[in-house]
Every structure is written in structure tokens, then in C-alpha cells.
């Protein structure tokens, strides 16, 4: 089929190259999908029969610059002045039993029907020839892009026996584009969940990033609440988590900025495991998203810790800390979570700032070297300073050298120290 598709003039200049060499260069992947939707996408893949030492030859020949990404799999990134493009060999990949979703091992083939085959989606799987702008659809993408459908390119049991990423991704796909899973594909799709726990954890991290970061790429309307119902529903979780999933709250996650949406998807996993019991954040953070979890960055555990530490504590003088020590994106996300809470923090930390209270130890308007000199053991210096803060705090003592002091004496005299 003749389709017209908009290609830079130095990939025309590489697909010259390649027909020189014998050999055709394809656009394969997302990048023809949106193209035939009409939408914007930078992501070019690219792929032919040459194996990919014989591509970089051939890309360095006009000054680009190519390496390997992914010997193994025949991968190389190729950038020129203005794009960046990852080229594979066509290739046959052989998995053994389970989920995994690398190979064991790699065929590479001349045949173009060959590396379809080990393909996802129909609507991943078109292939366009940028000399003769001839569309190639072996598994009817065309026709599933028109009708709103998704489906499996080989028998779904193949595509999904051999590498359980692909269930988050055809989640991924079908929610962002607002299409329906074919039937047969979404049964048997669910019925290989068990294959995410062959995933590694940074894979599935970052799947579900794209989920939630990537969920109005299209202006689907609820892609982010239709993407987390389907993981419910299909009980995803329990494969990721080890000690046992929970359902996922979607609220919110939508409503936040793109970078900060993964940060509410942990908490919204997080959460549920320390509504219901007491003194068990550290248990749950390490197991459900440290490295006996999902295994997430120390950055975003302490934004998860932050938030649920947050929001299940009462607003007073002594948690205001808590909220003030917040950064910007932690408070728009507590804006969302909870916009009560929020506000009751916001006005007890002004009006404490206003009043000049304390938020910790450093605040208090008595240097610690004076606590510790004046008291019999310097270690008890920290006992001594909350004493202090308990007495501005609670009893309204002002906030000043001199009344501190004073109060220090008394304390100390009330004790017989």
C-alpha cells in the first residue's frame, strides 16, 4: 500500500545508503502508528536486513554518529545533526519457558514477515518503506486503528507466554489510544499475568511511569483511571509485589503535573498497606516499594514516606514541621491528595511563622552550647531543648533568649539539677 509519511532528509540520505548496499531501511513501530493517526511522535525505530556492524558503517559514511546499544539483539543508536534514531537487525527471538522479557538468544533473518512475527500489536507491527513509501501491514494494524481495536500480531499465547511486559503494555497502549482489547487477546493476556514476576523491576518501573506519564499523549479522556482499573481488575499487583497487591486509588493521579504522576502512583500503592495498622510504615515502604518491592529510587521512597507520614497525622504545633520541610512538588501532591489537610497546614504554619514558633530545635531563639554547658550531662541536651519547645509550643512561651534561658533555670531548678 502507497503511504505518504513525513521523513527527514537525512534518513532519506541513510535509506539511500542502505538500497546501495542491497538492502531496504524500514520505519517500523509507534513512529508509522501515530504518523497514520496524525499525531506527533520523535521516537524514530528503524530496522533492515543488514546486521548492525554493516549499519554502522553505513551511517558513519555520511558523518553520523552510531554504536551499539545491544549487541545481543543487533541494536545500535544512530544520531545525526537534528534526530536520533535505535536501528535493529530483523531478527527471530527465542525465549525459553517463562516471562522474561529478553531472549535467550536471537536468529538474525532476511525475511521481513519473520521479524513481524515477534512483534506485539497489529498496530505496532507496520513497517514503511521510506524510498517507495509502500506501507507494510502483515497483521491488518490499518484496519485495528480504524475500529478502535487491539490485538496480538501471532497467537496472543505466544505473544504473552514469552515476555509478560507485554500485558502492561498493551494496557499501556489500548487505554492511551482509547481503544478496546480484542477479546480473545485481553483473556488470554490476563491469564499470563503470572509472567510479570519473571520482570525485572526496573522494566515494570518504568512501564508503569509510561502509564501514568504518557496517559494523555493521545487527549484520551480517563486514560489514567481505565489504565489502573484494568491492572485492578486483572489483579497485576499481586505478580509485582511479593508480600501481596492492593487495589490502586486512580484518584488524582491526573491531576497532577506529568513529572510529578509517578510520585502518586507509588503513594496510591503505598497507602493502603499503612492506613489500617500502626507503626509499620518502614515494614511496608521497604517491601512494597524498596528492594523488597518494586525497588524505586531513595528519592521518590522519601516523597511516598513524606505524604503518608503527612496525612496520617492530626495538623498541630508539633507536625507542622512536617508540612513546612515539604518541597513545591510534595505539596502539590498533598494539594491533590488531600486539599482539607493542606489548607489546615498552610494557615497553622503561617500563623505559627507570624507568631515566631518553633517548627524544630533550631528554631528556638537559645543557642544549644548554652543548654549544654549549663546542664550536668551535655548528652541531655536534646531532652532539654524539647523541654523547651513543649513550653512555647504548648504553654505559650515566648520564643526569645531571654525568656528560654529563664525557663531552662526553672526547669533545672524544678529538678535539682
Not at 27 to 47: A, E, H, M, P, Q
Not at 183 to 206: C, H, M, P, Q, Y
Request: charged share 25%; with cysteine.
Amino acid at each position: 500500500m502507497y503511504y505518504e509519511i513525513n521523513v527527514s532528509d537525512e534518513l532519506y540520505a541513510l535509506a539511500r545508503e542502505f538500497s546501495k548496499a542491497g538492502s531496504t531501511l524500514y520505519i517500523v513501530g509507534g513512529y508509522v502508528r501515530d504518523s497514520v493517526l496524525g499525531l506527533k511522535n520523535t521516537d524514530i525505530d528503524i530496522c533492515a536486513d543488514l546486521k548492525y556492524d554493516a549499519a554502522i558503517d553505513l551511517a558513519k559514511k555520511l558523518g553520523y554518529e552510531a554504536k551499539i546499544v545491544n549487541e545481543k539483539l543487533g541494536t545500535i543508536s544512530i544520531k545525526t545533526k537534528h534526530d536520533a534514531y535505535e536501528y535493529v537487525t530483523f531478527r527471530k527471538d527465542n525465549y525459553s519457558k517463562g516471562g522474561a522479557h529478553s531472549p535467550d538468544s536471537v536468529s538474525y533473518v532476511k525475511d521481513i514477515r519473520v521479524d513481524a512475527a515477534r512483534r506485539d500489536l497489529a498496530v505496532n507491527a507496520m513497517y514503511y518503506d521510506i524510498l517507495s513509501h509502500e506501507l507494510l501491514d502483515f497483521y491488518n494494524g490499518l484496519a485495528d486503528l480504524k475500529r478502535g481495536v487491539i490485538h496480538s500480531v501471532t497467537p496472543a499465547s505466544e505473544v504473552f507466554a514469552s515476555d509478560g511486559l507485554r500485558i502492561l503494555r498493551l494496557i499501556r497502549f489500548s487505554q492511551a489510544l482509547g481503544y478496546k482489547i480484542d477479546a480473545e487477546t485481553a483473556a488470554v493476556a490476563k491469564s499470563f499475568v503470572s509472567n510479570l514476576a519473571d520482570i525485572s523491576k526496573d522494566r515494570i518501573i518504568g512501564e508503569l511511569r509510561a502509564i501514568v506519564e504518557q496517559a494523555d499523549r493521545y487527549s484520551v479522556p480517563s486514560a489514567i483511571k481505565r489504565s489502573i482499573k484494568l491492572i485492578n481488575a486483572w489483579h497485576i499487583m499481586d505478580q509485582i509485589i511479593t508480600i501481596g497487591g492492593r487495589k490502586i486509588d486512580y484518584h488524582g493521579i491526573d491531576k497532577v503535573e506529568r513529572g510529578n504522576r509517578f510520585a502518586m502512583l507509588l503513594y496510591r500503592i503505598f497507602e493502603p498497606y499503612v492506613s489500617r495498622c500502626n507503626n509499620c510504615e518502614e515494614y511496608y515502604l521497604h517491601n512494597v516499594l524498596g528492594r523488597g518491592g518494586l525497588g524505586v529510587s531513595n528519592n521518590l521512597l522519601d516523597i511516598v514516606s513524606h505524604l503518608v507520614s503527612i496525612t496520617h497525622t492530626e495538623p498541630n504545633h508539633w507536625s507542622a514541621y512536617q508540612f513546612k520541610a515539604l518541597n513545591t512538588a510534595e505539596r502539590d501532591l498533598l494539594r491533590v491528595i488531600d486539599s482539607g489537610l493542606y489548607s489546615k497546614y498552610y494557615d497553622l504554619t503561617r500563623d505559627m511563622e507570624s507568631n515566631h514558633m518553633p517548627f524544630t530545635r533550631h528554631d528556638l531563639k537559645i543557642d544549644a552550647k548554652y543548654v549544654s554547658s549549663t546542664i550536668k550531662n551535655p548528652r541531655d541536651t536534646g531532652y532539654y531543648l524539647d523541654r523547651l519547645m513543649y513550653e512555647v509550643l504548648e504553654k505559650n512561651l515566648p520564643n526569645d533568649k531571654k525568656h528560654l534561658e529563664s525557663m531552662l533555670q526553672t526547669i533545672l531548678l524544678s529538678e535539682n539539677v
